[in-house]
């Protein structure tokens, strides 16, 4: 999902649930959506312990199984040890991390974790128990979610083996050689597009992709020739009940009823990277659109993005 995020709050989700109005009425304006990315918590808590790392951190493995016999997904998070003032964050942090591992890039229900004290397993699993949504949608990988503690000697200890997906490795790629006739097809039409773009230069060709996850949507789009032309970053966002001027209200998407509200915002974001793009090149007369992609948060698993995007279980 767009990157991970904790609120200030237990447990990564917004607390802006029930619908907030923005009170600067900007469309892009992030700053007061009350999510903090994973990566700033990181860096806040390393900073923390930084005098002396030795003593104040307990490193943590999550090792997330894989099917049909693939290396296991192996992450190590560094929380700080028990009685250090940012103690309750670093937890947050590792059920942050673990629930995204099973659920966003792996996809499994079975999750091993080593750690250097018995609370901060018991503590794993206690979120495991209060969130229970989250091992139920976890069993649409097959099987009852499992979480297990691992030995000190499960843990791999070459880097190269840390953080590996299947795409990664020549021996289990997912990648399939793309037939000869593929290839040439591709080709010709490269160059006939080439053709095209050089005698029509008034015409914006484009290709257009849209992200979503929990907190926002992303758009960029992208020149024939593979150039960013424009990017676009919006909340989700419904209209304002009985507003005459349409106004908006900034909200978790999960608050929302009708399939018509996010594809609403989706659509929006999208016309609005493409008009963006438009300013920005002179000559243009008139746009084509080459292609669409959309990409949400979930899990690849053979190569192919599978289940129900955790944003929106």
Known sequence: MGGACVGRTQGAVSSMASGEKDPSGARDALADFPLQ?????????????????????????????RPDGMP??????????????????????????????AAAVVGTARLRVFTEYDE?????????????????HLEQYGEAFVLSRAAADEVPTVEGELRVMPFRRASSSCRRPEPAA??????????????????????????????????????????????????????WWRLVSGSEAEEREYL???T?????????????????????????????????????GLSAAGCVRGGRLCGVPPAFA
Request: aromatic letters at 4%; glycine letters at 6%.
């Open 256 to 292: 929302l009823r009708s399939v018509a509200e996010p594809l609403r915002c989706l659509v929006e974001a999208a016309v609005e990277v493409v008009r963006k793009a438009v300013d920005q090149s002179q000559g243009t007369t008139s746009v084509l659109v080459c292609g669409l």
């Open 252 to 254: 978790d998407p999960a």
């Open 72 to 101: 296991p997904y192996v992450l190590p998070v560094e929380i700080p040890r028990p009685g250090h003032a940012l103690r309750g964050r670093g937890l947050e942090l590792l059920w942050a991390r673990a629930a995204t591992v």
């Open 120 to 136: 901060t397993f018991e503590r794993l699993q206690e979120e495991f128990k209060s969130h229970p949504h989250v091992p139920q």
């Open 37 to 65: 990315p994973l990566s700033a918590v990181v860096a806040e808590l390393l900073q923390a312990t930084a005098e002396s790392p030795a003593t104040q951190r307990e490193r943590v493995v999550l090792i997330a199984e």
């Open 182 to 235: 593929a290839v040439a097809a591709a080709k010709e039409e490269e160059a006939s597009t080439a053709a095209e773009s050089s005698s029509s230069s008034s015409c914006l060709r484009l290709y257009v992709g849209v992200d979503y996850g929990r907190s926002d949507v992303k758009c960029a789009a992208i020149g024939a020739s593979g150039e960013e032309l424009a990017t676009h970053v919006t909340r």
